[in-house]
């Protein structure tokens, strides 16, 4: 065995825990991470910040304080704030192939989030069996479950 003080020993177990602690550090990022994460393109960042929602530039939905206020009266406040949470936690699944369809019928909403300085202009398709998202900065199509289009664009905006 080898002799050595107790300071020497003391030594000799730190640096024994601090490279158990690198190599964990090391073997945990590599397990761990999903590498499909990392390219997964998503609509808006995680945790999005919306500022301002217009939809067909009709329906307009601006943050005020903690709450949200429209420029029409045809939503109740607890529908608006469902309407937003329904936006905020949106997570469609993204189409790698593009989407053939006419851009011009499609529902335009724009969104301005509180790290961009423009809007994020989106197209809502309704085809067959599924909700299509169309955004135009980068030509990335997402797709959802139809029942998504009545939380995201409730009928009552539209009534006058």
Request: no cysteine.
């Amino acid at each position: 065995m080898v002799k050595l003080s107790r300071a020497g020993w003391n030594n000799v177990i730190i640096f024994g825990v601090l490279a158990f602690i690198l190599i964990i550090n090391a073997t945990h990022d590599n397990v761990f991470e999903n590498k499909t994460d990392q390219q997964q393109v998503r609509l808006f960042p995680a945790n999005p910040v919306i500022l301002t929602l217009s939809i067909n530039e009709h329906f307009l939905v601006e943050r005020k304080g903690q709450g949200w206020q429209a420029n029409r009266d045809t939503l109740s406040v607890q529908a608006l704030n469902q309407m937003m949470n329904s936006w905020r936690q949106l997570a469609p699944e993204h189409l790698i192939t593009p989407v053939e369809l006419d851009k011009q019928l499609g529902l335009l909403v724009e969104v301005v989030l509180a790290n961009s300085n423009e809007a994020m202009r989106l197209k809502l398709f309704m085809e067959g069996e599924q909700l299509l998202v169309y955004r135009e900065h980068d030509h990335a199509w997402f797709v959802l479950a139809p029942q998504f289009f009545n939380q995201l664009v409730p009928a009552e905006i539209f009534n006058e």
